[in-house]
């Protein structure tokens, strides 16, 4: 999937009410699986901050769905889709979804992206790395013993 910010913003729509959806379906998978998918794709796009609003979508588990709501838009629907809906399909494992509107993802407005900063040393590398055990320090023997003076 690409996706132009850009472009998907300056698109002409020809019918009323068109809009642009991406989608995933995990054959197996659960919602948990859905929302870990979620936060990969989010997290590739540098979108966010991610919350989940638990709400029932049609078609889905009603306990195992939830409304996806990036920087207070809403922007899809996550979760599993409901047993009854797969079996009437001949389904029989369970099914993650996940579905995206990428004209509401358009609208999101520029995030900035943190960075860790990088260190002014090199990295040791090569022979000059050395790894040394921690030998305990050698006690001295008490006074009384070094000359062999007697206590």
Request: net charge neutral; hydrophobic share 45%; glycine share 10%.
């Amino acid at each position: 999937m690409v996706f132009d910010r850009d472009r998907s913003v300056e698109l002409d729509r020809v019918l009323t009410g068109e809009a642009e959806f991406a989608a995933a379906v995990m054959a197996g998978g659960d919602s948990t699986e859905a929302v870990e998918v979620l936060e990969v794709v989010l997290a590739a796009a540098a979108l966010g901050p991610l919350a989940l609003r638990s709400e029932g979508d049609p078609g889905l588990h009603p306990g195992r769905a939830a409304v996806v709501e990036i920087a207070g838009l809403s922007a899809g629907a996550v979760g599993e889709i409901h047993p009854e809906v797969a079996a009437d399909h001949g389904i029989t494992e369970r099914v993650g979804w996940l579905e995206l509107d990428l004209d509401a993802l358009a609208r999101l407005p520029e995030t900035v992206v943190r960075v860790e900063p990088v260190s002014r040393f090199r990295p040791p590398t090569g022979p000059c790395v050395r790894v040394r055990r921690r030998v305990p320090p050698r006690r001295r023997p008490p006074r009384s013993t070094r000359r062999g003076r007697a206590l």
